[in-house]
């Protein structure tokens, strides 16, 4: 396989990169593990792992060995069957294993947005974990990232005729479509804040910041409509929509409004769908936070979640701190769904944020 | 400089309207106690991402000094409304007999509650409109772009005013001139903590 570079910020292309970096970077494990356990006289050894996985009750869901969520779950275990044979093994190659299993979970969830920001975090834990046995892939993981690099500083000219792309495995195009699919349906619905994509809605309201009532067309109050989410919807619209004015509102409650010149998705006429439910939406922002038991920390900026908000987020902390404990990691996503990455299945949403409770800057709106 | 039909600025889109017509109003270089009198009317669109549809004009009046000003305002957003009130842009002769417009801009203006005008700084300009305004005037015909000591041997006290000195009746330069300082400024919210 071809090692291919991006040329610019083409969701498509990069979210092949990150897939077709996954394939090669099984396969060249699993190469790698076959000749050291051939030399060992242990051809059998991947069989050998699962029935010592299996005596010790744990869930073994791994065909082959050349499923790289094995090799990176495995490698990272206390009792390791494979640890010995990976050179220059230490503390932070497990954590990067960790990190990429999550990772590759969300990219498989149509959870991980494409773009040269995430392409540049997923390239990184990949070399981490593929520098040290010396594969292929740590040498294209190294180039992605300063490609990456070189995009993002506007210093890459991409090349006039562009090569034919190489063609693509089959389970590459498969998850190139399940994020097509993924997209369309957040076009449709796009998180608050974030640019309204569809026709525009017919029903045209207006918004008040004085009166903080919601109007028709006639300057009569509509408000009444909403029953007891009257407040709390004028809220939320002036939150993502400040200045108020004429917003557009669907069939299905979700209200445009026009900020700065831009048709944006401002929230909804009436209870958000899902509103309930724990499963996660979006795309996952790629930034990693934990919980301190009181806080939640940016890992990045190491800038603490109390300290940082526009509007109070205690009461938002202390419900935290009954669902998830000390030392967790969280992850959300562009919806504002904070959930504990999982490196198996879906996620669950254990509350949803937004712009004035969160991290300046990184949500939408 | 070639004869546009139309320039994209940023969210807004400027058609020049073809021909000249007669029109009868107060120049504002005369104060309010003008006479009425005749001027000559060249005009152009601006319609934004967000629904404004307004006419502009260029006003040449044989006695006095020529004028931008909206004409209509056709759609358009509540808050557009503020185009349609304020916001006239006066031109004066320069020195050397081309046309100065001064680079004022509405902004939001919180005490009143609605848009005035003030004084243009280009950094300011340049962040709402997400390009060098400077280079997007001279790229578009203007003659100079600085402040009226640099571009205009202005020693006064408005010396320190930022201004665009202009080829007489360039309408592409002029329309770019209102369509920034003006309708930009209001579709961006310029001057407003949001």
Same mark, same amino acid.
Not at chain 1, 299 to 324: A, D
Not at chain 1, 333 to 352: M, Q, S
């Given at each position: 396989?071809?090692?291919?570079?991006?040329?610019?910020?083409?969701?498509?292309?990069?979210?092949?990169?990150?897939?077709?970096?996954?394939?090669?970077?099984?396969?060249?494990?699993?190469?790698?593990?076959?000749?050291?356990?051939?030399?060992?006289?242990?051809?059998?050894?991947?069989?050998? &792992?699962?029935?010592?996985?299996?005596?010790?009750?744990?869930?073994?869901?791994?065909?082959?060995?050349?499923?790289?969520?094995?090799?990176?779950?495995?490698?990272?275990?206390?009792?390791?069957?494979?640890?010995?044979?990976?050179?220059?093994?230490?503390?932070?190659?497990?954590?990067?294993?960790?990190?990429?299993?999550?990772?590759?979970?969300?990219?498989?969830?149509?959870?991980?947005?494409?773009?040269?920001?995430?392409?540049?975090?997923?390239?990184?834990?990949?070399?981490?974990?593929?520098?040290?046995?010396?594969?292929?892939?740590?040498?294209?993981?190294?180039? &992605?990232?300063?490609?990456?690099?070189?995009?993002?500083?506007?210093?890459?000219?991409?090349?006039?005729?562009?090569?034919?792309?190489?063609?693509?495995?089959?389970?590459?195009?498969?998850?190139?479509?399940?994020?097509?699919?993924?997209?369309?349906?957040?076009?449709?619905?796009?998180?608050?804040?974030?640019?309204?994509?569809?026709?525009?809605?017919?029903?045209?309201?207006?918004?008040?910041?004085?009166?903080?009532?919601?109007?028709?067309?006639?300057?009569?109050?509509?408000?009444?409509?909403?029953?007891?989410?009257?407040?709390?919807?004028?809220?939320?619209?002036?939150?993502?929509?400040?200045?108020?004015?004429?917003?557009?509102?669907?069939?299905?409650?979700?209200?445009?409004?026009?900020?700065?010149?831009?048709?944006?998705?401002?929230?909804?006429?009436?209870?958000?769908?899902?509103?309930?439910?724990?499963?996660?939406?979006?795309?996952?922002?790629?930034?990693?936070?934990?919980?301190?038991?009181?806080?939640?920390?940016?890992?990045?900026?190491?800038?603490?979640?109390?300290?940082?908000?526009?509007?109070?987020?205690?009461?938002?902390?202390?419900?935290?701190?009954?669902?998830?404990?000390?030392?967790?990691?969280?992850?959300?996503?562009?919806?504002?769904?904070?959930?504990?990455?999982?490196?198996?299945?879906?996620?669950?949403?254990?509350?949803?944020?937004?712009?004035?409770?969160?991290?300046?800057?990184?949500?939408?709106? | 400089?070639?004869?546009?039909?139309?320039?994209?600025?940023?969210?807004?889109?400027?058609?020049?309207?073809?021909?000249?017509?007669?029109?009868?109003?107060?120049?504002?270089?005369?104060?309010?106690?003008?006479?009425?009198?005749?001027?000559?009317?060249?005009?152009?669109?601006?319609?934004?991402?967000?629904?404004?549809?307004?006419?502009?004009?260029?006003?040449?009046?044989?006695?006095?000094?020529?004028?931008?000003?909206?004409?209509?305002?056709?759609?358009?957003?509540?808050?557009?409304?503020?185009?349609?009130?304020?916001?006239?842009?006066?031109?004066?002769?320069?020195?050397?007999?081309?046309?100065? &417009?001064?680079?004022?801009?509405?902004?939001?203006?919180?005490?009143?509650?609605?848009?005035?005008?003030?004084?243009?700084?280009?950094?300011?300009?340049?962040?709402?409109?997400?390009?060098?305004?400077?280079?997007?005037?001279?790229?578009?015909?203007?003659?100079?772009?600085?402040?009226?000591?640099?571009?205009?041997?202005?020693?006064?006290?408005?010396?320190?005013?930022?201004? &665009?000195?202009?080829?007489?009746?360039?309408?592409?330069?002029?329309?770019?001139?209102?369509?920034?300082?003006?309708?930009?400024?209001?579709?961006?919210?310029?001057?407003?903590?949001?």
């Amino acid at each position: 396989m071809s090692f291919v570079l991006p040329v610019d910020d083409n969701d498509v292309t990069i979210l092949g990169i990150m897939a077709a970096m996954e394939i090669s970077a099984a396969k060249e494990f699993s190469d790698f593990l076959n000749n050291q356990f051939s030399t060992a006289g242990q051809p059998d050894w991947f069989e050998e &792992v699962r029935h010592y996985r299996k005596a010790l009750g744990a869930p073994f869901t791994y065909n082959s060995a050349n499923d790289l969520r094995f090799v990176l779950n495995e490698a990272a275990q206390p009792d390791s069957q494979i640890w010995h044979l990976i050179p220059n093994m230490n503390q932070m190659w497990v954590n990067a294993a960790d990190n990429l299993r999550k990772k590759l979970n969300q990219l498989h969830h149509q959870q991980l947005r494409p773009d040269l920001n995430t392409l540049f975090q997923i390239s990184s834990l990949f070399q981490q974990v593929t520098e040290s046995p010396g594969l292929d892939v740590a040498g294209w993981a190294r180039a &992605v990232k300063s490609r990456v690099q070189a995009i993002l500083a506007g210093t890459f000219e991409p090349p006039q005729v562009l090569d034919p792309e190489p063609p693509k495995p089959e389970a590459v195009r498969a998850i190139e479509q399940e994020y097509e699919t993924a997209q369309r349906e957040f076009e449709k619905r796009p998180p608050w804040g974030a640019k309204w994509k569809g026709p525009k809605p017919s029903r045209k309201l207006s918004v008040d910041r004085n009166t903080r009532d919601i109007y028709d067309e006639n300057g009569t109050s509509v408000k009444g409509e909403l029953g007891k989410l009257g407040g709390q919807v004028t809220e939320i619209w002036l939150r993502y929509y400040p200045r108020g004015g004429e917003v557009w509102v669907d069939e299905d409650g979700a209200t445009m409004g026009y900020i700065k010149g831009t048709a944006t998705m401002i929230g909804w006429f009436g209870a958000a769908p899902d509103e309930d439910a724990d499963t996660v939406r979006g795309f996952v922002l790629p930034r990693e936070y934990e919980f301190t038991g009181v806080d939640v920390i940016d890992l990045e900026s190491r800038s603490m979640l109390s300290k940082n908000t526009k509007e109070p987020v205690l009461e938002h902390l202390s419900l935290l701190s009954e669902k998830i404990p000390e030392g967790a990691k969280l992850n959300i996503t562009d919806y504002g769904d904070l959930f504990v990455p999982v490196d198996e299945g879906d996620p669950e949403r254990i509350t949803r944020m937004h712009k004035g409770i969160w991290f300046p800057g990184q949500l939408p709106g | 400089m070639s004869e546009l039909e139309s320039i994209s600025v940023s969210k807004c889109e400027i058609n020049f309207l073809p021909g000249t017509k007669d029109y009868r109003g107060k120049p504002m270089s005369e104060g309010r106690e003008a006479a009425e009198q005749s001027a000559t009317l060249t005009s152009f669109r601006v319609e934004s991402s967000d629904e404004l549809n307004l006419i502009v004009g260029l006003l040449e009046w044989p006695q006095a000094n020529p004028e931008v000003k909206v004409i209509d305002l056709l759609a358009g957003l509540e808050k557009h409304n503020e185009l349609e009130q304020r916001g006239r842009m006066s031109i004066t002769p320069a020195r050397d007999g081309n046309w100065l &417009v001064v680079l004022s801009v509405l902004k939001y203006n919180a005490d009143k509650d609605r848009f005035t005008l003030h004084a243009g700084h280009l950094d300011q300009i340049d962040e709402y409109l997400g390009q060098s305004f400077e280079e997007l005037l001279l790229a578009v015909g203007a003659l100079r772009v600085g402040t009226r000591a640099e571009i205009d041997e202005e020693t006064s006290r408005t010396a320190n005013q930022l201004a &665009v000195v202009v080829t007489p009746g360039d309408i592409q330069t002029l329309a770019v001139t209102y369509t920034v300082t003006r309708a930009l400024a209001v579709i961006n919210d310029f001057g407003m903590d949001v």
